[in-house]
């Protein structure tokens, strides 16, 4: 049985560390959904994290690590145990030549804007991607011209133990949306070091603004969203099998398919993760139907769900 008070004074002795029981994850999640996670904590340094990481591995106690939570769907029922979310509080950027080393909870849009800053190309593909340097190297997050796996030179990580490690680029077994860390889900990034090119501020300038014009005019970013909803099948465009279903605009309540993106699901302020949760299964068995090919949820399902929750590929 999990000893809330008593976690909670253990943890508020690290220095630090922001912690809060019984806290709404909706307001730091992209979905701005989420019930209370029953102890929430924010490192500021990777000292804190290291601290607060190794303690809960001595006392057994459940935990769910969180970026920027801009690929999840929270329950609204919540998340027992301790959630450690790497905000850019936990942000330090330090350039050396042509690496940088960034700490995990540093915002993507952050890490471009810095190298292009410093005449550093290779970042400009992420610029517009919302998570953190943590979620984006687990999931090997990528768009238009670039992925984690291309630039990604080493992290520091704690093991299932709570050992400080190193991991090396090609130990990071990236592949399509995945990485070492989606099969170790009780290792924890610390910090990645990316290996970069030399070339002209204004070119890198350049293609993030190209990048962030196209993400504008084919996403909906004005409503909350996980980004792209599922995973793209072999030989398809998720997309496009959606749209091929008739589901693009589909409202189900106060969630449903972008009519802008036909990938994206979101919701309109008004719903809750459970509806949200509805309209995965919705697309998943429509496109099913009719195309007979499984969609799987490239968003993660986190915290207590009654509900049954959408059938998923091996990660
Ligand atoms: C509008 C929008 C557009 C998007 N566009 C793209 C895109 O173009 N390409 C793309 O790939 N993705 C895209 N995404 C999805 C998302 O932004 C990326 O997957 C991002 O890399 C997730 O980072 P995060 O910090 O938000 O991770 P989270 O959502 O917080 O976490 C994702 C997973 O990583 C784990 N995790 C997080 N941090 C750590 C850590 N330090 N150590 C170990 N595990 C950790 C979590 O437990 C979870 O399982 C988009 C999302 C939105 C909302």
Not at 56 to 72: H, S
Not at 143 to 170: F, N
Not at 218 to 225: G, R
Request: net charge neutral; proline share 4%; glycine share 10%.
């Amino acid at each position: 049985m999990f000893d809330k008070k008593r976690a909670f004074n253990k943890l508020k002795r690290i220095k630090d560390l922001n912690i809060a029981e019984d806290m709404s994850m909706a307001p730091f999640s992209n979905f701005k959904l989420g019930g209370p996670a029953d102890i929430y904590i924010r490192p500021q340094t990777e000292k804190a994290f290291v601290a607060a990481i190794q303690l809960i591995r001595q006392e057994d106690w459940k935990l769910t690590v969180l970026g920027l939570a801009t690929n999840v769907l929270i329950s609204d029922l919540g998340i027992r145990g301790i959630v450690c979310q790497l905000s850019p509080e936990m942000a330090g950027i330090n350039i050396l030549d042509n690496e940088l080393t960034a700490s995990a909870g540093a915002r993507l849009s952050d890490l471009a804007a810095k190298g292009a800053a410093a005449g550093l190309a290779g970042l400009a593909f992420s610029s517009g991607i919302p998570g953190s340097v943590g979620g984006a190297v687990v999931m090997n997050a990528g768009a238009y011209t670039g992925k984690m796996a291309d630039i990604v030179l080493r992290s520091q990580y704690l093991d299932a133990e709570g050992q400080v490690r190193t991991l090396e680029a090609t130990e990071h077994n990236f592949n399509y949306r995945g990485s070492f860390f989606n099969d170790n889900t009780d290792c924890f990034v610390i910090n990645t070091t990316f290996k970069l090119q030399p070339a002209p501020a204004q070119d890198i300038y350049d293609e993030m603004s190209d990048i962030a014009l196209r993400r504008y005019k084919s996403q909906p970013l004005n409503y909350p969203s996980a980004g792209s909803a599922f995973k793209r099948p072999p030989g398809h465009f998720a997309g496009k099998l959606i749209s091929d279903s008739g589901l693009k605009g589909f409202w189900h309540g106060h969630a449903g398919v972008s009519g802008k993106h036909a990938g994206f699901i979101i919701q309109d302020g008004k719903s809750n993760a459970s509806e949200v949760l509805e309209v995965f299964h919705i697309v998943q068995n429509k496109v099913y139907e009719n195309f007979d090919v499984m969609l799987y949820p490239e968003v993660k399902f986190i915290g207590d769900w009654q509900e049954e929750l959408p059938q998923r590929n091996s990660d």
